[in-house]
């Protein structure tokens, strides 16, 4: 497995590999979980040459906490990528390689996508991540890039990403991995206490509830007893809960058939934020 730290030397490897080799790119933070390899196995099953970046994006973090407490965790990173394929190419750069002296984000209009829920919540997030991904597809200029639906509102900034700046390259969603109990896969879960990584498999029944209820009941009277349920768990601090069109991420309004629509929520355990979501239809 090659591990790649500067931009040209990762732009000398690729321009080594045939035009005919499809190539797939899987981005991440690292501290990889299962969730990450499942994405990785699908790029490594659907193309010839795969890069998995690793590279905590400090522009994203709103909070210079949770920054600050990301875990960097390059050795065994690479150990899990290993067991996928020896193939894979690591692309582990510093921030000075990524942003020179200047850290900032650009300023993106993803047609509102951007300030809705994560990014109602998370000032800037959206244009961090955007800021980011722009200057991986550029460099890599992938055919596939593949990112988890744990994520599903920046899967669609991306999406419409590729379609602003015009970057062609196909976009891949891939399912939300669960522990055995339910949880979303996530790096956050590792700083949970037991007990509370167990509880937190609430937030997973409690949207598999709403998506039986949006069979007979309007949205308001789902998110009210959302709401409901999560005031009698001291431990799990409610956020928000959202019911949303699926492409457009507009907060519902009366349901419509044919379009499709889904839960979102985001929940303080022990002081670690976590999301998730559901599709209802
Ligand atoms: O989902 C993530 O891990 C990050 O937001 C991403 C897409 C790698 C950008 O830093």
């Excluded at 390899?37 to 690793?54: H, K, P, T, Y």
């Excluded at 969603?173 to 949970?192: D, Q």
């Excluded at 029944?205 to 709403?210: E, G, I, N, P």
Aim: charged share 25%; hydrophobic share 40%.
């Amino acid at each position: 497995m090659l591990l790649i730290k500067t931009r040209k030397l990762l732009i000398e490897h690729l321009s080594t590999c045939k035009t005919s080799e499809s190539l797939g790119l899987v981005p991440t933070m690292g501290a990889l979980h299962i969730g990450h390899g499942a994405l990785v196995n699908r790029a490594v099953r659907e193309n010839d040459v795969v890069v998995v970046s690793i590279f905590v994006n400090p522009t994203q973090f709103n909070n210079p906490n949770d920054l600050e407490k990301y875990p960097q965790t390059l050795k065994s990173d690479m150990a899990i990528l290993r067991k996928i394929s020896k193939n894979i190419i690591v692309f582990a750069p510093s921030v000075r390689e990524m942003y020179s002296s200047d850290v900032k984000a650009i300023n993106y209009d993803f047609g509102g996508l951007e300030h809705v829920m994560e990014g109602a919540f998370r000032s800037g997030h959206f244009d961090g991540v955007g800021t980011i991904v722009e200057s991986l597809l550029t460099l890599v200029k992938p055919d596939n890039a593949y990112f988890g639906e744990k994520d599903f509102q920046q899967l669609q900034v991306i999406k419409k990403l590729t379609e602003i700046r015009q970057i062609p390259v196909k976009i891949i969603g891939c399912p939300i991995v669960r522990e055995p109990n339910g949880l979303a896969f996530s790096s956050r879960n590792e700083r949970l206490s037991k007990t509370i990584r167990n509880e937190a498999a609430f937030i997973y029944k409690t949207l598999k509830s709403a998506k039986i209820k949006f069979g007979t009941e309007s949205a308001k009277n789902i998110k009210d007893w959302v709401t409901n349920q999560f005031s009698q768990h001291p431990d799990l601090e409610l956020e928000y809960i959202e019911i949303t069109k699926t492409k457009t991420l507009k907060s519902i309004v009366r349901k419509q058939k044919n379009k499709k629509y889904r839960a979102f929520i985001a929940v303080y355990a022990e002081g670690v934020r976590l999301i998730d979501n559901i599709a209802l239809n």
